[in-house]
């Protein structure tokens, strides 16, 4: 046996051998792809190497040609695998010079099989022989095929190819990759694509012996793939070291240590680990193990964050919630950090985590007493508002006065239902003093230590009424910028006043009737129901049930409210109290306009208890004030209003006859102008046609209500 048959032979047996080997190691490891492509590159270099050895000793130009060609597939294999490998194996190299190799190496096998004997001849005309290593050798002789230029391009072009991933992976600072791979493969494809120049022109007079050049570029890449296992080994075992070591610090700390392997998807945790998951010390883990354990709710964000720590090869950090099999969660802080493999991608994570339950729920106990502290706040803040609000309009004197049988009935009533929770309903003529009861209920009540909200239906616009009494939302409607309270959320653990309840629109009645049956409503704009606990208090100077009858006030909602109804007595019914509170009034007018009146005719006083009141208690107040004025003394002149005669009544001018008209309109409507039941709709005017009338006749546009007593 020739040398040359010894060297070739060698050259391939140890270039499969080596392709073996790399083969099994893919096989055991599928994710090692370098090992698969260098086994591909090395099967592609012998089976070139046994082609070579073949030519050499081929007897015709057929048996050289067809060689030759398969040759050329060899060669494909080889370029294509080689051009793979630097890319994966150094990370680096422009992908689209990569591909435009790859593919003009595959596309020009059509015409090594369909154009002439093969790729580089288009037909061999004889066979030429020389000596080589003391054996005489083929060479062939005959017509070019054109194809071959562009099979000689692909090769300047990997050369291209390797020398830019050879830079590129220097400047990364990994020089001595740099070196040993990109330099040695770039030498020996420049040395073996030389040759194949050479000989092709018959520059110099060889057979094709390139593969004993690339043999060398296939012995580099086994020397840095033998030594990053070698390497990989020994970062496996102080790995496990490492982790034996972590594992003892953790679990007396109290944290877990995990590892995640990314490609197999294998999770392994210490047992402290397993435990904060419930996890099975037997069962196999895997990455959507762990995230079904997760809550629902953290689950996207925990893969997020995992995904975002993988693809930027950074840490992790996050906490979440786990639902252990027997029923409740547990919060765990855990933090990760990726590491990457020999091929550069993502390899595993490793990291440790804590179980923080107990000062999430801490944490989440302090946020509830912050957002209640919060809540009290604007509460407190919105009761202030409306108390120094509401501090200008409270009566001067909050004691009953008077002695009388009547009132002490109504008082009666009063302490009865007071420290109960039910709705009351009071019931009396205007001026009785209905919102004295109403404080007086609420003052002897347990709800006393809160401001007692009230609100006069009557005195709000129809379209104001919802978003006074159950609040509103910012934007809830045109006009709205700001957010409002509502006066039942104000209330909540206190009393709420509903005076003039019977102008309550009736849209807004079955709304009252729901907060009053459940305790809850929705504001303005907002679908989110709030609960509230609210005592009730209305009232009226109105015969409710004779509004039922004429479907202005649902029926539902009367016997509702008409719990504990209380009657006030008009003034004309308990004449006895007349001398008290005129008293009453006298000491208090003396007070504020220092003057010393302290004598009443007796007269005077019969006469005031003859009087038949309208007005009750307001009027009795108005008429002791205006006397008070015009007396001059210590004796109190008294002048009573005009008794209705049954004289003809003097002829009115035109102007007084209209004001009169609109002035029983305004009282019929309780001096509301606009709206359904406004004095407007009564007379047939348009209201800012009233609001001129009354302008002009001297009407006030708006009547106050006096604070008086009972």
Partial sequence: MSWVTIIWSMSASACLTLAGLHLLVWCKKRTSWANLLFALAAMGTAAWTFCELWMMQADTPVEFATVLKWGHVAVCLMVVSLVVFVWLFLRAGRPWLAWMVCGLRILLLFPNFLVGQNLSFREITRLGHMRLLGESVAIAEGVPNPWILLAQLSLVMLIIFLADATVTTWRRGDRHRALAVGGSIVFFALVA???SLLVFYGIVRLPYVGSVFFIGSIAVMGYELSRDVLRAAQLSDDLR???ERMTVASEAAGFGVWMWDIAPNQVWGSQRWLGLFGLDPDEAVTFETIIGRIHPDDREMVEREVRRAVENRGDYAGEYRVLLPDGPQRWIAARGRMYPGVNGKPARMLGAALDITERKEMELQLQSRFHEIEELEKQLEQENVYLRAETKLLYHHTKFVGESAALKQVLNLVEQVAPTH????ILGETGTGKELIAHAIHDLSSRKDRVMVKVNCAALPASLVESELFGREAGAYTGAMTKQIGRFELAN???LFLDEISELP????????????EGEFERLGNPKTIRVDVRLITATNRNLWEEVQKGKFREDLYYRLKVFPIEVPPLRKRPEDIPALVWYF???????????IHRIP???MKALQG????????????LVEQCFIISNGDTLKVHLPQQPSNEAPTALTLAESEAQHILNALKKSLWRIKGPKGAAQLLGLNPSTLYTKMKKLGIPIQRTKDGIPS
């Fill in 586 to 596: 006298m000491e208090e007018f003396s007070r504020n306009m220092g003057k010393d």
């Fill in 611 to 622: 009087y038949h009141w309208p007005g009750n208690v307001r009027e009795l107040r108005n």
């Fill in 193 to 195: 694509t030389g040759q």
């Fill in 422 to 425: 039910s709705t009351v309903l």
């Fill in 506 to 517: 009736l849209e807004l009645q079955a709304k009252l009737l729901r907060v009053l049956q």
């Fill in 493 to 495: 653990g206190s009393t």
């Fill in 602 to 604: 007796q007269g005077a």
């Fill in 241 to 243: 070291e490492s982790e």
